[in-house]
């Protein structure tokens, strides 16, 4: 059995609350899923904390996303091509990164995570989400 069918959501997406990058990741992937394919949970909270333990990471240093599907877990340069793919339209064209091997498109994400709070800033608290969000987030 799954992951995702043990539990109460499809897809989630587990990002760290409180780095700017991230937070606006989560907004853009909002803005263009209408639909509500994609469910979200902070790596700060309970239940994020758990689940990113539970895929073999550490939650007091996050170091990717971490997209929890039907298919599996997806994390790095993996996790950004499966959210294109689920998003669709445009975005699916992100699976022509899958040519660029796997080593590089990790090594090009590890680069932004290490700097993302240097460069995208970090905040002291999740984001708080709009009222008609609030219910695509497991917290």
């Known amino acids: 059995m799954t992951l995702a069918m043990q539990q109460p959501w499809q897809n989630l997406l587990?990002?760290?609350?409180v780095c700017g990058l991230c937070q606006r990741g989560v907004q853009s992937i909002l803005l263009n899923?209408?639909?509500?394919?994609?469910?979200?949970?902070s790596i700060q909270s309970d239940l994020g904390t758990r689940l990113y333990r539970e895929q073999g990471l550490d939650p007091e240093v996050p170091s990717t996303m971490v997209l929890l599907t039907p298919e599996g877990a997806f994390t790095e340069s993996d996790a950004l091509i499966e959210i294109g793919s689920l998003l669709g339209g445009w975005r699916r064209s992100m699976s022509l990164f899958k040519c660029v091997p796997k080593s590089v498109r990790d090594w090009a994400y590890q680069l932004i995570a290490r700097n993302r709070y240097?460069?995208?800033?970090?905040n002291d608290q999740c984001m708080m989400p709009q009222p008609e969000w609030r219910d695509r987030f497991l917290n």
């Open 33 to 41: 899923d209408p639909a509500g394919v994609i469910q979200f949970c």
């Open 118 to 122: 240097r460069w995208f800033g970090k």
């Open 14 to 17: 587990l990002f760290d609350g």
